[in-house]
């Protein structure tokens, strides 16, 4: 509080002035402890309650300040007024992340990474939770324990289990396309500031005259990809655990920026009714060539934290958390996150979890939610706690008023029955990205991480397991499935025979 009078005295929280911080007061100069050193206790009770509950995934992580500048008009696209004039700044703070790991896991793990942008806007904040990948391992929210589950630790043994992973990804085709990209050595980032970011979702823009489009959000890293190989990730671990959080925070405070270009794809709901796959199925990507990228602005980070724990672990993103101009799509996996994010917040720091300085909108916010944990922001004061009243003229206003959607006849189901090509083509954007964008070295690069990857499962079914991602491997593309194959020691023929079994 600035009210309080500034002193160099080493005090307990509630203020009174130690007189000793070296020794505790006992009966006698040897006798026992006495219960009334209060300091002591004050102490020992605190540092026993300093660990509050880790994220459940995306632990391990580092933030940043920053500031988004836009550089590109897309008002015709959307009415967000962070994007109302070209040169408008907006604070940003971000968070870095691996995503299986524990707190104090490595850096350098093969691992997508967590690349979530909070928008300090006028309009309220705006949190973009995306990763460095654009597609996800599931398109389905009720899967996503599950899969999480087979990316933590066994409840056996307590280790991480690559059974467990590639019994999963082989059962869940779906997952294919992320794996692929995970198995690249874009699955080993050198640090955070060498890799993209996606949105990954299909979000909406509405403009002024409530047109509304849908969009995906990229972030192009201005320093270009680099990437660690397997042998590099594996050095970098045993060298620096905290490799990328160390990278981030010496190049920001040398006054060396990372930057991202904030770029986007933009679909009509026209152009969407017609595609002959969902737009909204998170393990796909909208190709660039129909969906070019189109310019907005650009992202820098320049300020550190000066503190870990009160800005970056206590930070919380929600994909709920959108403003005027930019809202959901049907994508299941973006609904699923709506609900999951402010209720894990809920837990993890409290019912006020957005009154910690890191996650507060810095400009007015009006509701009639009261009380609850660590209530800190006067909570109303004397205002009215209800509504309607006869006291305030806090009101809604309906220039925020978003455009209904329309739905088909099929959308209270569970099963995508629309798509021409069928909601189970996980080969050909897979194809496409080994066999048309990946160079020989990166493809060769991809073969071996597969094949070190797959190695690692050597428990129960480890044969029926490793047969069953191959036969998705030959559907991605014969070579690659081949010489995984070869690399695990595995006769081609007899899985080819599986495959046309399988087949009839
Ligand atoms: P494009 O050639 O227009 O785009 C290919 C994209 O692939 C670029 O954005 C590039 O990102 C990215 N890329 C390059 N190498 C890798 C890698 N090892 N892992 C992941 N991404 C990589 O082709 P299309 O848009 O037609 O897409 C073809 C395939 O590319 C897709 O099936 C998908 O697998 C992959 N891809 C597509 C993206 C999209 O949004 N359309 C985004 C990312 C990947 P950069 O140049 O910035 O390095
Ligand atoms: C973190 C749930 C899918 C990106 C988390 C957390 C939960 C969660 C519970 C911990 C949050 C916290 O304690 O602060 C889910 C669910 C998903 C899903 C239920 C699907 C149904 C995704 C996808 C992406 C993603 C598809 C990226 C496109 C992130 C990121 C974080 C995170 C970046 C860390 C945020 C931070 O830095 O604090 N997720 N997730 N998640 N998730 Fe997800």
Same mark, same amino acid.
């Given at each position: 509080?600035?009210?309080?009078?500034?002193?160099?005295?080493?005090?307990?929280?509630? !203020?009174?002035?130690?007189?000793?911080?070296?020794?505790?007061?006992?009966?006698?100069?040897?006798?026992?402890?006495?219960?009334?050193?209060?300091?002591?206790?004050?102490?020992?009770?605190?540092?026993?309650?300093?660990?509050?509950?880790?994220?459940?995934?995306?632990?391990?992580?580092?933030?940043?300040?920053?500031?988004?500048?836009?550089?590109?008009?897309?008002?015709?696209?959307?009415?967000?007024?962070?994007?109302?004039?070209?040169?408008?700044?907006? %604070?940003?703070?971000?968070?870095?992340?691996?995503?299986? !790991?524990?707190?104090?896991?490595?850096?350098?793990?093969? /691992?997508?990474?967590?690349?979530?942008?909070?928008?300090?806007?006028?309009?309220?904040?705006?949190?973009?939770?995306?990763?460095?990948? +654009?597609?996800?391992?599931?398109?389905?929210?009720?899967?996503?324990?599950?899969?999480?589950?087979?990316?933590?630790?066994?409840?056996?043994?307590?280790?991480?289990?690559?059974?467990?992973?590639? #019994?999963?990804?082989?059962?869940? =085709?779906?997952?294919?396309?992320?794996?692929?990209?995970?198995?690249?050595?874009?699955?080993? @980032?050198? !640090?955070?500031?060498?890799?993209?970011?996606? !949105?990954?979702?299909?979000?909406?823009?509405?403009?002024?005259?409530?047109?509304?489009?849908?969009?995906?959000?990229?972030?192009?890293?201005?320093?270009?990809?680099?990437?660690?190989?397997?042998?590099?990730?594996?050095?970098?671990?045993?060298?620096?655990? #905290?490799?990328? $959080?160390?990278?981030?925070?010496?190049?920001?405070? %040398?006054?060396?920026?990372?930057?991202?270009?904030?770029?986007?794809?933009?679909?009509?709901? /026209?152009?969407?009714?017609?595609?002959?796959?969902?737009?909204? *199925?998170?393990?796909?990507?909208? @190709?660039?060539?129909?969906? +070019?990228?189109?310019?907005?602005?650009?992202?820098?980070?320049?300020?550190?934290?000066?503190?870990?724990?009160?800005?970056?672990?206590?930070?919380?993103?929600?994909?709920?958390?959108?403003?005027?101009?930019?809202?959901?799509?049907?994508?299941?996996?973006?609904?699923?996150?709506?609900?999951?994010?402010?209720?894990?917040?809920?837990?993890?720091?409290?019912?006020?979890?957005?009154?910690? @300085?890191?996650?507060?909108? =810095?400009?007015?916010?009006?509701?009639? *939610?009261?009380?609850?944990?660590?209530?800190?922001?006067?909570?109303?004061?004397?205002?009215?706690?209800?509504? @309607?009243?006869?006291? #305030?003229?806090?009101?809604?206003?309906?220039?925020?008023?978003?455009?209904?959607?329309?739905? *088909?006849?099929?959308?209270?189901?569970?099963?995508?029955? &629309?798509?021409?090509?069928?909601?189970?083509?996980?080969?050909?954007?897979?194809?496409?990205?080994?066999?048309?964008?990946?160079?020989?070295?990166? $493809? *060769?690069?991809?073969?071996? &991480?597969?094949?070190?990857?797959?190695?690692?499962?050597?428990?129960?079914?480890?044969?029926?397991?490793?047969?069953? $991602?191959?036969?998705?491997?030959?559907?991605?593309?014969?070579?690659?499935?081949?010489?995984?194959?070869?690399?695990?020691?595995? /006769?081609? &023929?007899?899985?080819?025979?599986?495959?046309?079994?399988?087949?009839?």
């Amino acid at each position: 509080m600035s009210d309080q009078k500034k002193h160099n005295k080493l005090t307990t929280a509630s !203020g009174r002035i130690y007189v000793e911080n070296d020794n505790t007061k006992t009966v006698g100069p040897r006798g026992p402890v006495l219960v009334e050193d209060y300091i002591l206790h004050e102490k020992m009770a605190h540092f026993n309650r300093e660990r509050i509950p880790e994220r459940v995934m995306h632990a391990k992580g580092s933030g940043a300040y920053g500031v988004f500048t836009v550089t590109n008009d897309i008002s015709k696209y959307t009415k967000a007024k962070l994007f109302n004039k070209i040169g408008k700044k907006t %604070k940003v703070f971000v968070r870095f992340s691996t995503v299986g !790991g524990e707190k104090g896991s490595a850096d350098t793990e093969r /691992d997508p990474r967590g690349f979530a942008v909070k928008f300090y806007t006028e309009d309220g904040n705006w949190d973009l939770v995306g990763n460095n990948t +654009p597609i996800f391992f599931i398109k389905d929210p009720k899967k996503f324990s599950d899969f999480i589950h087979t990316q933590k630790r066994d409840p056996y043994t307590n280790m991480k289990s690559p059974t467990m992973m590639w #019994d999963f990804w082989s059962l869940m =085709p779906e997952s294919l396309h992320q794996v692929l990209i995970l198995m690249s050595d874009r699955g080993t @980032p050198y !640090g955070y500031r060498y890799m993209n970011g996606y !949105g990954s979702h299909t979000f909406s823009m509405v403009n002024d005259k409530n047109d509304k489009v849908w969009v995906k959000f990229h972030f192009k890293t201005e320093q270009g990809i680099k990437n660690f190989t397997s042998e590099e990730a594996v050095e970098m671990k045993a060298k620096d655990m #905290d490799f990328a $959080q160390r990278d981030l925070l010496e190049a920001i405070d %040398k006054g060396d920026f990372p930057k991202w270009q904030l770029k986007i794809q933009v679909m009509t709901e /026209d152009q969407a009714r017609h595609l002959d796959f969902n737009p909204f *199925d998170l393990t796909k990507v909208w @190709p660039h060539g129909d969906f +070019p990228l189109i310019e907005v602005g650009e992202l820098e980070l320049n300020q550190d934290p000066d503190n870990y724990f009160q800005e970056v672990e206590q930070s919380a993103f929600a994909p709920a958390h959108v403003v005027d101009g930019i809202g959901y799509s049907p994508d299941k996996m973006l609904q699923g996150r709506i609900l999951s994010y402010p209720d894990t917040h809920r837990y993890r720091l409290g019912a006020n979890y957005e009154q910690i @300085p890191v996650n507060r909108c =810095p400009f007015a916010v009006n509701n009639y *939610d009261r009380d609850g944990l660590m209530r800190i922001d006067g909570n109303g004061g004397r205002k009215s706690n209800y509504y @309607p009243n006869s006291f #305030d003229d806090i009101e809604v206003d309906k220039e925020y008023y978003e455009p209904s959607e329309a739905l *088909d006849d099929n959308i209270a189901d569970w099963y995508d029955r &629309n798509s021409k090509i069928g909601g189970n083509d996980h080969y050909s954007q897979a194809r496409a990205l080994f066999r048309d964008i990946m160079n020989l070295e990166e $493809q *060769d690069n991809t073969i071996a &991480n597969t094949i070190e990857a797959m190695s690692g499962n050597s428990g129960p079914k480890r044969e029926e397991i490793i047969y069953r $991602q191959l036969c998705h491997w030959f559907r991605v593309d014969e070579e690659f499935g081949s010489r995984v194959a070869d690399g695990l020691g595995v /006769d081609v &023929n007899s899985v080819m025979a599986s495959m046309n079994a399988a087949h009839g």
